[in-house]
C-alpha cells in the first residue's frame, strides 16, 4: 500500500509539473497582440493613397474596393458588398459598404472592427486623406491579417469598411454618416441588432504625434477595457479623452444599442486639408493603436 501511495503521489506531482510547465509556456510564447505589423499597415495605407482621392462614387474608390477585397480574400475572409443610393447634396450617390466574415466559421460573428474607405469630397484640393481615410483601413487589414491566426477569434468579429463616412457639407441627418446610418438601419429592420455585443470604430489613427481621444460619451467598458490594454503595453500616454463627442460611424450603432468606441486621433493639424499624406503619418502609431485593440480583444472583448 506505501508503494501504490507513493507511486499516487508521485504521478500527481509530475502531472503538476507538466501543468506548470505548460502554463508557463503559455505565457512565455507569442501573444496575438505581439504579431500586428505596423508596417504591414502602413503599406495598405500607400497602397490605397497612391490611388488618389477617393469620394463615393468614383473609379479611384472602387479600386479601393478591389483592393480590400484581395487583399482579406487572401488572408481568408469572405468579403459582401452592401450596396444602396442615398440622396446627397451632390444628387443621388451609390455607395457600397463591404462586409467581411471569416471563410468557414461556424457561427455568426458578435463583434464589430469598423472603419470608413471613402475620402471626402473637394472641388478645390487634392485630398488623399492618408490619415482620415487610409489609416483606419491600414490597421483593420492588418488586424484580419492577424486575427485569422486564430479561426476561433475571427469567427466572431464582422469587419465592416463604410462607404460615405464623410458629408458633402456639414453633418446631419441626412447628410454624413451614409453607410453607417445604412447598415445599422439594416440590423434594425433584419431584426440582428442583438447579434453584437460591441464593437470598435477607427478613425484617424496614423498620426505622427499619436493622441487618441475617445468620445466623452464612450461606452464604459470598452473605454475601460482600451486604457486597461494601453496601460498593459506602456502605450497609456496615447489614449485620453476628447472634450466633447464626436460624430462618427459608431453613432448610428450606438443609437440603436451597439456599444461601439471610436479609436480616434482629432487632434490631427492637416485634418480635411490637402496636406493630410503619407509623411504625416507613421508605422509605429498605427502598430500602437494595432496591438492595443488585439490585446483587448484577446483578453476581454472576445471572450
Known amino acids: ?23 508557463k509556456n503559455a505565457e512565455d510564447g507569442p501573444k496575438l497582440w505581439e504579431e500586428f505589423s505596423g508596417e504591414n499597415a502602413f503599406q495598405h495605407v500607400q497602397k490605397l493613397v497612391d490611388l488618389g482621392p477617393r469620394p463615393p462614387g468614383t473609379a479611384a474608390l472602387e479600386q479601393a474596393r478591389v483592393y480590400i477585397t484581395g487583399e482579406l480574400e487572401k488572408l481568408g475572409w469572405t468579403v459582401t458588398r452592401q450596396t444602396f443610393t442615398d440622396a446627397t ?16 466559421a461556424k457561427s455568426e460573428p458578435s463583434f464589430l472592427l ?3 474607405y471613402d475620402t471626402k469630397f ?8 492618408a490619415n482620415d481615410g487610409g489609416s483606419s483601413n491600414g490597421v483593420l487589414i492588418e488586424m484580419a491579417r492577424v486575427l485569422g491566426q486564430r479561426p476561433e477569434l475571427a469567427a466572431q468579429v464582422q469587419l465592416v469598411f463604410f462607404d460615405g463616412e464623410e458629408a458633402y457639407i456639414d453633418f446631419t441627418e441626412t447628410d454624413g454618416l ?22 470598435i470604430l477607427f478613425d484617424m489613427v496614423g498620426d505622427k504625434s499619436l493622441t487618441i481621444t475617445l468620445s466623452p460619451d464612450s461606452p464604459p467598458e470598452l473605454a475601460r477595457g ?67 485593440a488585439l490585446r483587448y480583444l484577446v483578453e476581454e472583448g472576445l471572450k
Not at 90 to 100: M, R
Not at 122 to 129: A, N, T
Not at 234 to 248: L, W
Open 226 to 292: 482600451i486604457f486597461a490594454a494601453a496601460d498593459a503595453l506602456g502605450v497609456r500616454k496615447h489614449f485620453t479623452y476628447f472634450d466633447t463627442p464626436i460624430i462618427d460611424d459608431h453613432t448610428p450603432l450606438n443609437a440603436i444599442g451597439i456599444p461601439v468606441i471610436n479609436l480616434i486621433d482629432f487632434d490631427y493639424a492637416p485634418w480635411h486639408t490637402a496636406g493630410d499624406t503619407m509623411d504625416k503619418i507613421s508605422a509605429e502609431s498605427m502598430q500602437i493603436v494595432g496591438q492595443v
Open 178 to 199: 451614409y453607410g453607417s446610418r445604412y447598415f445599422a438601419k439594416q440590423l434594425v429592420e433584419q431584426k440582428k441588432v442583438k447579434q453584437f455585443r460591441g464593437g
Open 122 to 129: 473637394y472641388e478645390d484640393i487634392r485630398f488623399v486623406g
Open 114 to 116: 469598423c472603419s470608413h
Open 89 to 104: 447634396p451632390q444628387g443621388p450617390i451609390t455607395f457600397v459598404n463591404l462586409l467581411a466574415t471569416y471563410t468557414g
Open 1 to 23: 500500500m506505501l508503494l501504490l501511495r507513493l507511486s499516487f503521489f508521485g504521478l500527481l506531482a509530475l502531472a503538476s509539473c507538466d501543468r506548470g510547465s505548460s502554463m
